[in-house]
């Protein structure tokens, strides 16, 4: 963790300091909004990941018997961004008596026992006082996310990806909107031409985080993780949790990529980075050709009952038989598995078009579909039994 620790600052410093080279890096230009966001915002992010780096040294002193928690058989919830995994992993995770999931204050402000065992401490008075702060927080972070409601609703008790955790280590993929110039960020999705030893490091702090999580919440629950960027991580957590399931989520390429780009323009706008977006493009549809290749080898070496596959036009038709037959082919609970109560809001207005982002040409096509077919004609896709049997509905 040492190790770890010094290059997460060596990371961090890096970014910030490079960020100020004027010319350098045609995708992130130093605009005076620019400039207030990383004054601004920088020192705000240091000290937060501070704070998480103290967590975990109180952990190691007062907590250290973390260490000893078994993680059995996690579930692992990725695939291809935009395909229906939030919809997947929000469906599991509401059934609380199974599945551990992380929440967004968990994920963001928490990820050590010490940094929740006080904001616990703190949301009891502040529960008993009215809920003051939490509706402060909960303000902040709807102005924060406001862009984004549509694409992807975040609230603090909510469950959320776990890719947060690995803000302390430099090892979140998301980071790479504000730094386009990292190629240490570009490669977090996929962890392509990284040592083994690195790949090593960062799967056993990702680990630690969720025996933290277990300890905190009980041993008895089975981990749900969601990450959609985690396909290119399926061989490192598969030889960290050799019992572990992986559910993949996978669309068709134009469509998925089409839907990424767009929910990705609010963040490029926030950090002021890559103003015609033609940096995200090019990074994103080379981690998504990657992690399409990634899924048709793993179907070719992995067991049906450790890997399965679902398209998003099956979840959109059939949702919930789709994640019954999952849970029977991974051998977790689903027999409860049920449409989540939500409440009534209007149609989305997340609207993408492929031409809007120059995917209109033979680079999917040749590229990009072929891996996506072999994935649907594989053995660990799920059917709904309707298609199984050649029947319709």
Not at 202 to 224: M, P, S, W
Request: with cysteine; glycine share 4%; proline share 6%.
């Amino acid at each position: 963790m040492v190790a770890v620790f010094f290059r997460s600052l060596t990371l961090h410093l890096s970014w910030f300091i490079r960020s100020f080279w004027p010319g350098k890096h045609p995708a992130a230009p130093l605009s005076c909004y620019r400039v207030c966001i990383l004054l601004l915002g920088m020192p705000l992010f240091a000290c937060l990941q501070c704070m998480h780096w103290l967590g975990f040294l109180a952990d190691e002193i007062f907590f250290r018997a973390y260490r000893k928690v078994s993680v059995n058989a996690p579930i692992f919830i990725t695939g291809i961004p935009r395909s229906g995994t939030t919809y997947v992993h929000r469906t599991l995770a509401a059934d609380r008596e199974n599945f551990c999931a992380v929440s967004t204050w968990e994920a963001l402000l928490a990820p050590s026992i010490t940094e929740r065992k006080i904001l616990s401490g703190l949301r009891s008075i502040d529960r008993y006082c009215g809920r003051p702060l939490k509706r402060l927080i909960d303000h902040l972070i709807t102005q924060a996310t406001s862009d984004l409601a549509d694409i992807h609703a975040v609230a603090l008790n909510d469950v959320e990806e776990d890719y947060l955790w690995l803000l302390p280590i430099g090892g979140c993929f998301i980071l790479s909107l504000a730094f386009p110039f990292s190629k240490w960020l570009s490669t977090m999705s996929t962890l392509q031409d990284l040592p083994d030893s690195t790949k090593k490091q960062l799967v056993d702090y990702y680990a630690r985080c969720i025996q933290k999580h277990l300890y905190f919440h009980g041993t008895e629950h089975r981990f749900l993780s969601k990450n959609a960027a985690f396909a290119g991580w399926i061989d490192p957590l598969q030889k960290r949790f050799p019992e572990a399931c992986f559910l993949a989520c996978v669309r068709n390429p134009k469509e998925a990529l089409s839907s990424q780009l767009s929910s990705l323009r609010p963040a490029r706008e926030c950090f002021a980075t890559d103003p015609d977006g033609s940096h995200t493009k090019k990074l994103i549809t080379t981690v998504f050709t990657h992690n399409y290749e990634t899924l048709k080898r793993l179907t070719q070496t992995m067991p049906t009952t450790h890997l399965a596959i679902m398209d998003q036009s099956d979840l959109r038709t059939h949702d919930i038989v789709m994640l019954r037959l999952a849970g029977q082919r991974l051998a977790f609970p689903s027999g409860e598995v049920k449409s989540p109560s939500l409440p009534k809001k209007p149609p989305p207005i997340h609207q993408h078009s492929a031409a809007d982002y120059g995917l209109e040409n033979n680079q999917i096509e040749v590229c990009l579909q072929p891996t996506y077919q072999a994935l649907l004609k594989s053995d660990q896709r799920i059917l709904p039994k309707t298609q199984e049997n050649g029947t319709e509905d």
